[in-house]
């Protein structure tokens, strides 16, 4: 049960993350897009799915094998969607990719390093 849990809260965290980069990159690249039900809903799952990839973090692997595994799995999803989605795979959308995944892991590691320090405040606090 907790599992399936997990499994649910990653796939939903997936799908914000990707849903926001799609507005955020329709709103400031393509801004004469057409947003078509089938677009929509192709970003949803697939980036739920990019979101179950973050198990890998989980694991026993280490933090650079599960962060090279992770790349490769979102690249290929990312390229399955823009193929589904009849959008072109070229050199520019490659570097929006790169652009995107790196902020978004910077965004996620601040955050956890965030509620690590909060967690460790509680932890020191408690002591006294």
């Not at 947003?35 to 739920?48: A, D, K, L, N, Y």
């Not at 520019?92 to 996620?108: D, G, L």
């Amino acid at each position: 049960m907790i599992n399936l849990k997990r499994g649910i809260r990653y796939f939903i965290h997936g799908m914000g993350y990707g849903s926001i980069t799609y507005l955020a990159v329709i709103a400031c690249l393509t801004p004469n897009m057409i947003v078509s039900e089938t677009s929509v809903i192709t970003v949803f799952i697939i980036s739920g799915l990019i979101g179950e990839l973050s198990f890998l973090f989980q694991t026993e692997l280490p933090y650079s094998i599960a962060l090279v595994i992770h790349l490769i799995g979102t690249f290929t999803l990312y390229s399955g969607m823009m193929l589904i989605n009849h959008w072109p795979l070229d050199w520019r959308t490659i570097i929006i990719f790169i652009i995107v995944y790196i902020a978004i892991w910077i965004f996620i590691r601040l955050v956890e390093e965030q509620h690590i320090n909060r967690i460790n405040q509680q932890i020191k606090n408690r002591r006294k």
